[in-house]
Structures are given as C-alpha cells and as structure tokens.
C-alpha cells in the first residue's frame, strides 16, 4: 500500500482527480477516458499507471481491452470536496453520460460499418439520391425551416412533400439565385427569406422542423441560433442539426469561411439542452475516409 504522503501526491494533481471521480461512478477504457477528458491517450495512461503503483485504481482484461475502476475509496469524499476546485470537471458527467450511451448502443456501430459500404461499389439503381428521395416522400406534410440554405439543394427537395419550406440564408446572390430557382421549376411552397441564423426571419411558433444543414459552424454564436430555432417551432416540433464533428483542419476558415472547427457531440447536446430542448440524441453518422477524415454528427430534439 502506498504511503499517505504518496497518496496524497496522486490526488492533488487535478487531471488524476477527474480521472478517480470518473471510475468511482463506473469501469472505463483509455479510450473512454479519452473522450471524456478530451486528453491524449499516452497521458492517460500515465496517469492510469502511476494511480495503479498506488494502489487507487486496478484493471481487468475484457476482449481487447482494459476497463478500469476505483480500487481504494477511502479518499472518495476529499475528492468529491477537491472537485469544486477543478472547473474541468464540471462537464464530466455530461461526457461520461454521453460515452455510456454510445457504449450501450452496439446498434449504432453495426450501421455505421453498413453506411460505410453504401455506395462504395457500384449497384445498378442503388444510390444516397434515390434513398433521400424515398425517405423524403415517406414524410409528413411539415413547415419546415431550413436555416443556413445556400441555393436552397435540400429545400427543393424537402418542398416536394412539405407543406411549406422557408429557405433561409445571409447571402442576398443566394437568396436572389435560389428563389428564381424555385420559381422556374414551379415549387410554390418554397419560400426564400434574406436573414441571419440567429435572428431569422421566421414568425414564433410556427414551425414544425427546424433544420440546420452544414450551417451552424458559420454562426459567431452557435448557441444563440439554436435559442431562435426553438423559439421559431410549434411545441412538439423538432429540431435537426446535421454538422462537422470538432477537427483541427484549419484550412477549412479559409477555404469555406468556417468560424467553427465543428463540434463536438456534448457541445451540441448542450446548445439543444440551454435552449429548453428535451428527448436529445446525436450520433456520429459519416465518416470520411480521406484526408483531412472529418466526421459528421447528427443531433435531434424536441421542443
């Protein structure tokens, strides 16, 4: 057993702290550490070895993997005292939450490795275009916004079973290119609105889906687009983010005028939570297998 003045050393780094506070609630891999503290891997498991020389954490094989767990919880409440000091640690739960969720869901992962597969190799009459379209005639007539627009792809084909589409978007030649669009293919329930996300010009309450499409890493405040989009939907409506997974490709500001590197899932469930939003969910739902490999995150909830 280690000394007390070891032991005592072990807790007072603030990181080892987190780490304990985490697998005294339940067993985790590095891996899940890992997206929870959104640290590296080889410093978690520095941590993970000096707390195990400790005798505070121990580990178990199960497959492929190490879980581990709390081995020594005499400390247990002058670390949950310690927490309060440790700004850090304050979301951990939200994320710890979130990586249980994604490791109960075994389902999800089935599907990504057959989304993967869609579409790789050619199949006479199979493509993403003829799914969207049967997907988009199995849905009910709607008001739907599609915020963020650009010329409006997605809207023309939201338009041809929704009741109404408000296309919004900040670019007047958008704007302007969209609607005469619209208007040469004869789609009249499709309306295109000159406005910012995050004071779009949508009445309160009227609004059975609001849809965010690659466009909410262009808002300066993410957090306030997604406020106006719960104002702007009937209660019971919905609320569809579709957006880039956190990366570090910085070329992206340049190339397509990003102001945000994405998000991660927990900054998205957050925005959607502020905002008054219940039933969340998100999932990672692409992923791109050349370089710079960015992902895609989809997150819904209801208002």
Do not use: C
């Not at 104002?231 to 579709?242: F, Q, S, T, Y």
């Amino acid at each position: 057993m280690a000394s007390v003045l070891q032991t005592m050393r072990m807790l007072a780094d603030p990181n080892r702290l987190r780490i304990l506070l985490l697998l005294e609630r339940e067993e985790l891999s590095v891996a899940e550490l890992q997206e929870v503290l959104a640290m590296g891997q080889s410093r978690i498991s520095t941590h993970l070895a000096q707390l195990r020389q400790s005798d505070l954490v121990e580990d178990r094989k199960q497959g492929k993997n190490s879980l581990y767990r709390l081995k020594d919880r005499t400390w247990i409440h002058l670390l949950r005292a310690a927490a309060k000091e440790v700004p850090e640690s304050h979301g951990d739960d939200d994320a710890l939450r979130l990586v249980l969720e994604k490791r109960r869901d075994k389902v999800r992962a089935y599907f990504d490795t057959l989304a993967g597969k869609f579409g790789r190799e050619y199949v006479p009459g199979r493509s993403w275009k003829g799914l969207a379209e049967t997907l988009i005639q199995l849905m009910p007539p709607m008001v739907i916004a599609d915020l963020g627009a650009g010329e409006g792809t997605f809207s023309q084909l939201l338009a041809q079973r929704a009741e109404k589409v408000i296309a919004v978007d900040n670019s007047p030649k958008m704007v302007e290119f969209g609607a005469r669009l619209a208007a040469d293919n004869g789609i009249p329930n499709l309306q295109y609105r000159l406005g910012d996300l995050e004071s779009p010009p949508v009445e309160e309450g009227s609004v059975d889906l609001a849809f965010f499409s690659q466009s909410l890493h262009h808002a300066l405040h993410p957090a306030k687009a997604v406020e106006s989009a719960w104002k702007m939907l009937k209660p019971g409506g919905r609320i569809v983010i579709l957006d880039l997974k956190k990366h570090n490709f910085e070329q992206a500001r340049e190339l397509y005028a990003d102001t945000w590197l994405g998000f991660s899932e927990l900054e998205l469930r957050g925005f959607l939570a502020d905002a008054g939003f219940k039933d969340i969910q998100s999932w990672v739902v692409d992923r791109e297998r050349q370089a710079p490999a960015l992902e895609t995150i989809l997150a819904v909830g209801t208002r």
